[in-house]
């Protein structure tokens, strides 16, 4: 009778708790996966939002996405193992060949195009109103330079199709730029060209440490329709040219000091204006 009553009075075993802790990290763990093979696999968009296909794009879809993931991380792991080349462009264009006298380095991203994303299109990019103009109008004295922290994956497709007649000349993308702080900057000592005649249109002057006197800010675009401020640019830039300055960081110095530089070099030219409308006035008023 004691055995038994000692058997009936042994605890019961207790039922294991299931780890929520552990199904949480595996869980986050398959999400970051998933989301991963979608961000890094998913296909090209151009900037009217239609899906750009390539030589994958007839495969079943499960195999594009972890092809295209596949090959997006070799394209890094290479980009890490290549040492940055030390000089970004080629040499100057000598005689009789002919190299413009300034050298224009352009943001891509809320310069010439803004992201855009609807439930109807997905992810797109608008084009700036005025990039046909300025790029025909800044190609006749500047030679134009793309330099942007964007992926060249993502930049390329966008500047074929916003591009066609091939002003741009170079094309440099996020491989370009040097990792400070956690943040890609554009060194332009790497450019291989005279800083006193590099213009750099940026609206970030944080990208541009190293060098902020050459460096002219405009205001960020946020996909407005109503915005005129590359044809105001283009005036500006016209008018550097015209002067054949021999150093514009004078100049873009000048314009550092203002929150919206384009608004004071119009509100510069209204004044000259009127200086020249008095002039034969005066002159009419002493004969």
């Known amino acids: 009778m004691a055995k038994r009553a000692r058997l009936?009075?042994?605890p019961a075993p207790k039922e294991s708790k299931p780890n929520y802790g552990l199904r949480a990290f595996l869980g986050s763990l398959c999400g970051l996966l998933l989301w991963a093979i979608y961000e890094?696999?998913?296909?090209?968009?151009?900037?009217?939002?239609?899906?750009?296909?390539?030589?994958?794009?007839?495969?079943?879809?499960?195999?594009?996405?972890?092809?295209?993931?596949?090959?997006?991380?070799?394209?890094?792991?290479?980009?890490?193992?290549?040492?940055?080349?030390?000089?970004?462009?080629?040499?100057?264009?000598?005689?009789?060949?002919?190299?413009?006298?300034?050298?224009?380095?352009?943001?891509l991203k809320d310069v010439l195009v803004h992201p855009d994303w609807t439930y109807q299109t997905g992810r797109r990019y608008k084009k700036r109103p005025g990039v046909d103009h300025?790029?025909?109008?800044?190609?006749?004295h500047f030679e134009i330079v793309i330099y942007t922290a964007e992926q060249g994956m993502t930049a390329f497709p966008i500047l074929d199709a916003l591009d066609p007649h091939g002003f741009?000349?170079?094309?440099?993308?996020r491989g370009a730029t040097q990792l400070v702080d956690g943040q890609h900057i554009k060194n332009l000592n790497r450019l291989n060209r005279n800083l006193a005649r590099v213009i750099v249109v940026d609206?970030?002057?944080?990208?541009?440490?190293?060098?902020?006197?050459?460096?002219?800010?405009?205001?960020?675009?946020?996909?407005?329709?109503?915005?005129?401020?590359?044809?105001?640019?283009?005036?500006?830039?016209?008018?550097?040219?015209?002067?054949?300055?021999d150093d514009v960081r004078e100049v873009l110095h000048y314009y550092r000091q203002?929150?919206?530089?384009?608004?004071?070099?119009?509100?510069?030219?209204?004044?000259l204006l009127e200086q020249k409308q008095e002039e034969p006035d005066n002159k009419k008023a002493f004969n």
Request: net charge negative; with cysteine.
């Open 8 to 10: 009936c009075t042994q």
């Open 40 to 107: 890094l696999g998913k296909p090209e968009y151009d900037q009217c939002g239609r899906c750009i296909e390539d030589e994958l794009s007839g495969l079943p879809l499960p195999q594009q996405y972890l092809q295209r993931m596949w090959r997006a991380l070799h394209y890094y792991e290479k980009m890490l193992d290549e040492p940055l080349p030390t000089r970004l462009l080629p040499d100057i264009l000598m005689p009789p060949y002919v190299q413009p006298r300034y050298t224009l380095v352009l943001e």
């Open 168 to 173: 741009i000349q170079y094309r440099l993308v």
């Open 258 to 271: 203002f929150d919206d530089p384009i608004e004071q070099f119009k509100e510069n030219q209204r004044k």
């Open 203 to 245: 609206w970030d002057h944080t990208a541009i440490p190293m060098h902020p006197d050459n460096i002219f800010n405009i205001v960020r675009w946020l996909g407005n329709d109503d915005d005129v401020q590359l044809f105001d640019l283009a005036a500006f830039l016209q008018l550097i040219a015209e002067h054949q300055l």
């Open 134 to 140: 300025f790029l025909r109008q800044c190609s006749k």
